[in-house]
T-cell receptor, first 114, second 117 residues
Framework: KNQVEQSPQSLIILEGKNCTLQ??????????LRWYKQDTGRGPVSLTI?????NTKSNGRYTATLDADTKQSSLHITASQLSDSASYIC?????????????FGTGTQLKVEL | EPEVTQTPSHQVTQMGQEVILRCVPI?????FYWYRQILGQKVEFLVS????????KSEIFDDQFSVERPDGSNFTLKIRSTKLEDSAMYFC???????????????FGAGSRLTVL
């Protein structure tokens, strides 16, 4: 069964600090991995998408890594801001006959405080 | 930036009532999806829709659920007889046809919160 596990479940950091969120997956056959940011009461918004051949991808202060051999990904947030407070969801896509099927992680709830 | 628009933002209904959630996907997108998220839980796939038919559905999407694209712009999710456990946030999403990884990203709407009493 395809699964996506994220850690930590929740995290509190001070504004300006860096943090790293982890994602482990057992999804096959692997197509791509996405990180989404979900503000409370809103829909997920895509941050990065990575395919099998990509190891690192950056989007501003967000840097995602992917190790397809160990089936792990991380999302590093640099110089955190209060607006970074949200749930960060790792989503892994598996190739199916009808296209891509997404498996969502439970998310890491990040809170950035003054 | 193009958006996926969902209405209503919040609906409260009595158990057993029919509910229709509406979505306006991004205009040039061809693949449409419904997901739900029960409070405190992860996002779950319900159904995908392409070329005016369901392409895939999950075990959650039973006979009480149906989807429709009645007029070429709206994409609706109907729950015929709501149950307490249908209370959740329902997200509509869409994507374009391109197979490029960047264009394969789903764009989600803000969600419709359904509360069944």
């Amino acid at each position: 069964k395809n699964q996506v596990e994220q850690s930590p479940q929740s995290l509190i950091i001070l504004e300006g600090k860096n943090c790293t969120l982890q994602c482990n997956y057992t999804v096959s056959p692997f197509s791509n991995l996405r990180w989404y940011k979900q503000d409370t009461g809103r829909g997920p918004v895509s941050l990065t998408i990575m395919t099998f051949s990509e190891n690192t991808k950056s989007n501003g202060r967000y840097t995602a890594t992917l190790d397809a051999d160990t089936k792990q990904s991380s999302l590093h947030i640099t110089a955190s801001q209060l607006s970074d407070s949200a749930s960060y969801i790792c989503v892994v896509s598996a190739l199916t006959g009808g296209g891509n099927k997404l498996t969502f992680g439970t998310g890491t709830q990040l809170k950035v405080e003054l | 930036e193009p958006e996926v628009t969902q209405t209503p933002s919040h609906q409260v209904t009595q158990m057993g009532q029919e509910v229709i959630l509406r979505c306006v996907p991004i205009s040039n997108h061809l693949y449409f999806y419904w997901y739900r998220q029960i409070l405190g839980q992860k996002v779950e796939f319900l159904v995908s829709f392409y070329n005016n038919e369901i392409s895939e559905k999950s075990e959650i999407f039973d006979d009480q659920f149906s989807v429709e694209r009645p007029d070429g712009s709206n994409f609706t999710l109907k729950i015929r007889s709501t149950k307490l456990e249908d209370s959740a946030m329902y997200f509509c999403a869409s994507r374009s046809r391109s197979r490029e990884s960047g264009a394969n990203v789903l764009t989600f709407g803000a969600g419709s919160r359904l509360t069944v009493l």
